[in-house]
């Protein structure tokens, strides 16, 4: 089994990750007609498919939707929310292909707790993407499950790339990962939106501080984007000795900043550990 752009895909359950990641990989020149996705409402479906030209099923038209989209995939991406990755496992598992490969998306929601769904050897793939993966430029993690080699792994890579970039690291890994990159997007939404309100507290006008802000924000990560960028040098570049940017700095180092943000990673690992905890062993009713 190759997984290759001639295969068919499912995305089952098809919100803001699983599109971006669909985004990325039509964007690359994924052919439409070898994709089915799966959501609840039609008009959902719908939109899917306008915007993408890609097959999309309802579930709230068909109960069986997400088995008629996984039956004929080769891979099949996991999209839910979390507490609802094992029942869909559950689900799809007595009609995949023994060969198809099932991806999930998913945070908090371990390999075990997945191939424990499935079919006895189905091959496993665990992935933390993230948002700007549907303009070309995520961060997507795979890990391995048990069914999953070193030539399908390096396969599922290959799938993938056209998201983004693809780092593989071992599972025990992802919640730290998911801390930086699957959250990081909304950390840089949250430092323009800082930013934007510093503006206006200034006196600037809301809409000019809010688009200064955005458009600043944009273009230093096309700068870390570029070959070789290092954000330390960037910075220090930007930061002039005894000058404006350097008070700013100061002011920051004063605060604390890095140590808020490492703050805040720790608090999404620790939830997602206890989302984890929560799901292996969910209260009785």
Known sequence: ?????????????CGSMNESILAGLLAAG???ALVTATVRRSARAAELAERHGVRALATS???AANVTAAQDA???VLGVKP???????????????PSAVVLSVAAAVSIAMIE???PE???VIRSMPNTPSRLGRGVLSISAGSAAGPELMAQARDLLRPAGTVVEIPEDQVDALSAVSGSGPAYAFYLAEAMAAAGVEFGLDADLSALIARETVA????MLAEEGADATALRRAVTSPNGTTQAAIEAFEASNLAGIVADGARAAIARAGAITRELADPPSS
């Open 219 to 222: 273009g230093a990560g096309l």
């Open 83 to 97: 507490v609802g990755i094992v029942p869909l496992a559950r689900e799809i598992g007595p009609v995949l292909k």
């Open 1 to 13: 089994m190759t997984l290759r752009a001639a295969h068919r895909i499912a995305f089952l359950g």
């Open 116 to 118: 424990a769904a499935l």
């Open 61 to 63: 038209d068909d109960d």
């Open 121 to 123: 050897g189905q091959p």
């Open 30 to 32: 994924l052919d439409p």
């Open 74 to 76: 080769d891979v099949v």
